[in-house]
């Protein structure tokens, strides 16, 4: 089945850094990729999602690019905002559900 | 759209009490998953239905959970009798599933349990 491997935090930054978060996944055959964000008190968001190879996703100033080759779909952000700080999750998903990382915190600090 | 709506939004309740927990999909969704997450564990699918069918009930933690999904607008999650380790947050998740392929998940608030 599939599985996805992401960067494990907590992740702290200053307000305007470049952010990266580290996503790889396993899988048979070409799975859509997903980054879902998690702030405190809510349930999951979609944030972006990219659902075949060279695509790229973006949202709200997050990207993420579908690349088979490395089998990796990172999330990157030129420059943080308070507001950002959450947990973010990373998903592939090639069957009938979607298969998650164990999520990456992020604080952004003034 | 209202989205995925959960009841309760907080519950607390005494070991051995049942516990029930309700979701109502996005309408015109096909696929509805039950969620629970902790600190320790993290995100763990406990059973997901299609077309009101339950598929995977895998991950189910015990015959003390129980999933039903009597039409395509209504779901609970059923623990009887609840015990302290069941406390969590407990999320609902609906998609629409075509030709077996996983689109993306629309997720609840939540619901947060504590169990005494």
């Known amino acids: 089945g599939n599985s996805v491997t992401q960067m494990e935090g907590p992740v702290t930054l200053s307000e305007e850094a470049f952010l990266t978060i580290n996503c790889t996944y396993t899988?048979?055959?070409?799975?859509?990729l997903f980054w879902y964000v998690q702030y405190p008190g809510e349930g999951l968001q979609l944030l972006l999602k990219?659902?075949?190879?060279?695509d790229k996703g973006s949202n709200k100033g997050f990207e993420a690019t579908y690349r088979k080759e490395t089998t990796s779909f990172h999330l990157e952000k030129g420059s943080v905002q308070v507001s950002d700080s959450a947990v973010y999750f990373c998903?592939?998903?090639?069957?009938?559900?979607?298969?998650f990382g164990k999520g990456t915190k992020l604080t952004v600090n003034p | 759209d209202a989205g995925v709506i959960q009841s309760p939004r907080h519950e607390v309740t005494e070991m051995g009490q049942e516990v029930t927990l309700r979701c109502k999909p996005i309408?015109?969704?096909?696929?509805l998953f039950w969620y629970r997450q902790t600190m320790m564990r993290g995100l763990e699918l406990l059973i997901y239905?299609?077309?009101?069918?339950?598929?995977?009930d895998s991950g189910m933690p015990e015959d003390r959970f129980s999933a039903k999904m009597p039409n395509a607008s209504f779901s609970t999650l059923k623990i009887q009798p609840s015990e302290p380790r069941d406390s969590a947050v407990y999320f609902c998740?609906?998609?629409?599933?075509?030709?077996?392929?996983?689109?993306?998940?629309?997720f609840g608030p939540g619901t947060r349990l504590t169990v005494t």
């Open positions: 998740a609906s998609s629409f599933l075509l030709f077996e392929r996983a689109y993306e998940q629309y």
């Open positions: 899988a048979t055959g070409y799975p859509s």
């Open positions: 990219a659902t075949k190879a060279d």
């Open positions: 998903g592939a998903g090639g069957s009938e559900k979607l298969v």
């Open positions: 309408s015109g969704h096909n696929s």
């Open positions: 239905f299609n077309n009101n069918v339950p598929i995977d």
